[in-house]
């Protein structure tokens, strides 16, 4: 009769009732070579039943894993790091805002922590293209939306531009609204969503309107929803680009003091669905005007803070040059030596939540 290879769980269950170190050891050992040779995992063996689902297990994870028992220098120590592994195999712990396994938190190494984001390449799958003037790149939501939200919630885009957002929302089964002034630009991101294939089909709905006036509640009804869980606004850095001559566009304000007002206003319509505790994201970046550095980042993070929000975290992200500005480089280099300032090579991401 052919002998049963146990699973994973089993075998570390045997190997946490040994008592010498050393026959731990070679079991780990064991486990280790058979995860490395892929192909004795023909049974399925790195499936592990979680909840009534299953769920493949990453392998460098698990090789990680097996080393840092490997390495234990004491029975209790290696006993604790199998018990651990036991738990991340068998059970889930999801964050309270998103749908991160806390308790296998090692495997997502993708989603940054860390306040400086160096992020060189632009993704350019599916549907997103580089195309539109003034659009974020595509991480910038897939990030955020990974932290802040869980499969099947809401995120509201107040400035929608050419529907990066919600081309994120449906690769990651997000609901998703996004508002956006011109009509034409507002039917392009309608195309692109569409050509985002995705399995699960959340909803993604375009409003053209203000977003500072836009019934956003209405348009939620209309789709048995009362309420959103994330905002995310991507204003017009002020002037820098003018995207329409429509008045009510932001980058047409006539002065800072203006592009504040009615930005605080987009701020006040777009939270007014936002649910408590939730989390809204405000991407901009600075501005020079007259010799002087208009400081749109801090000023805008104000006007947020004048409402019920707490300031959560302020990210720094590169701005990598865009195809217009390259071979100006040495221009820039040239102009801010003579006129004494720094050439911008970053933006912000402020993060904010709700508290009432
Ligand atoms: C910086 S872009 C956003 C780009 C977007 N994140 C993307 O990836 O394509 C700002 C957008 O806001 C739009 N806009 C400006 N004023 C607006 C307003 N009052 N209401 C809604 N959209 C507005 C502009 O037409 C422009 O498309």
Not at 202 to 221: F, R, W, Y
């Amino acid at each position: 009769m052919k002998h049963k290879t146990p699973s994973y769980t089993e075998e570390l269950k045997r190997l946490s009732t040994l008592r010498q170190l050393s026959k731990i050891k070679t079991g780990v050992n064991s486990l280790h070579l058979r995860v490395v040779k892929t192909h004795a995992d023909r049974d399925g063996l790195g499936t592990f039943p979680v909840n009534g689902q299953s769920f493949r297990i990453n392998k460098e994870y698990l090789l990680a894993e097996f080393s840092q028992i490997y390495e234990a220098q004491s029975v209790e120590r290696t006993k604790y790091y199998i018990k651990r592994l036991i738990k991340s195999l068998n059970e889930i712990r999801l964050g309270k805002l998103n749908d991160i396994n806390l308790n296998r938190w090692k495997e997502y190494n993708d989603i940054i922590t860390d306040s400086l984001w160096g992020l060189d390449k632009r993704d350019r799958s599916g549907a997103h293209s580089a195309g539109y003037w003034g659009n974020f790149i595509p991480q910038i939501p897939n990030q955020l939306l990974r932290r802040y939200t869980k499969r099947g919630e809401w995120v509201l885009d107040g400035f929608l531009g050419s529907g990066t957002t919600l081309i994120e929302c449906k690769r990651l089964d997000r609901n998703g609204i996004g508002i956006e002034l011109q009509p034409s630009i507002a039917k392009k991101a309608i195309n692109a969503i569409e050509r985002e294939t995705s399995i699960t089909s959340p909803k993604c709905i375009v409003a053209v309107g203000d977003s500072s006036e836009i019934n956003i509640s209405k348009k939620l009804k209309l789709n048995g929803v009362s309420s959103i869980q994330f905002v995310i606004l991507h204003p017009p850095y002020w002037d820098i680009i003018k995207f329409s001559n429509f008045e009510n566009d932001l980058s047409n304000a006539k002065t800072v003091e203006d592009f504040l007002t009615c930005f605080g206003h987009v701020v006040d319509n777009c939270s007014s669905v936002l649910d408590k505790g939730r989390f809204l994201a405000v991407v901009i970046g600075d501005k020079y005007s007259d010799g002087k550095l208009v400081p749109l980042g801090f000023r805008t993070m104000q006007e947020v803070l004048k409402r019920d929000f707490t300031l959560k975290s302020i990210i720094v992200k590169n701005i990598k040059q865009t195809k217009a500005k390259r071979g100006q480089d040495k221009l820039w280099r040239y102009r801010a030596l003579v006129g004494g300032f720094y050439v911008f090579k970053h933006e912000y991401i402020f993060l904010f939540r709700k508290m009432s």
